[in-house]
T-cell receptor, first 113, second 113 residues
């Protein structure tokens, strides 16, 4: 069984479009995250979310919005895509908030043309 | 917020030699320091972690050391093998954990045969 799964794995779209990436974890973790990995391999946190609180990295444009229908899912919606949004987006989950192992999904490679 | 610096960005060693990667962090409240390995095209995976109440931890060929006073921690890989070739990331939790993990910029480890 896949612990953290993301869909789609690859996404190619035009500038200005809106897209979503879905994430599900079956580990029973209480905290989920979205990380962005750019072409230089830098891993940067975008959001962390548990069923109590959403913490947003202040550098993330408000075109990005996380949506959590329940504890096991944290989807990422992106409006008005820009060229600079091209990256690999990783969903992750953990027990607690930054105090235990992060389990990453396989990543979703987004290419904006 | 937390700032994690990682050096070197690229490290090339002969097979069988040792490799050392160093990181520093800024938030004195940080108490969890994991190391992740990311192979090409794959997700980051935890290889070892250390908490602030411990100075050193070892798992077979991999060891991590932590100096809380100096705010730095290091990854040591002995008897390197070709399968150790990957990008390695250090990380530290920030805000005592509430802000998730902040990652270093990664070290590309190359094992020369």
């Amino acid at each position: 069984d896949t612990a953290v799964s993301q869909t789609p794995k690859y996404l190619v779209t035009q500038m200005g479009n809106d897209k979503s990436i879905k994430c599900e974890q079956n580990l029973g973790h209480d905290t989920m995250y979205w990380y962005k990995q750019d072409s230089k391999k830098f891993l940067k946190i975008m959001f962390s979310y548990n069923n109590k609180e959403l913490i947003i990295n202040e550098t993330v444009p408000n075109r990005f919005s996380p949506k959590s229908p329940d504890k096991a899912h944290l989807n990422l919606h992106i409006n008005s895509l820009e060229l600079g949004d091209s990256a690999v987006y990783f969903c992750a989950s953990s027990w607690g908030e930054g105090t235990g192992e992060l389990f990453f999904g396989e990543g979703s490679r987004l290419t904006v043309l | 917020g937390e700032n994690v610096e990682q050096h070197p960005s690229t490290l090339s060693v002969q097979e069988g030699d040792s490799a050392v990667i160093k990181c520093t962090y800024s938030d004195s409240a940080s108490n969890y320091f994991p190391w992740y390995k990311q192979e090409l095209g794959k997700r980051p995976q935890l290889i070892i972690d250390i908490r602030s109440n411990v100075g050193e931890k070892k798992d077979q060929r991999i060891a991590v050391t932590l100096n809380k006073t100096a705010k730095h921690f290091s990854l040591h890989i002995t008897e390197t093998q070709p399968e150790d070739s990957a990008v390695y990331f250090c990380a530290a939790n920030s805000g005592g954990g509430a802000d998730g993990l902040t990652f270093g910029k990664g070290t590309h480890l190359i094992i020369q045969p």
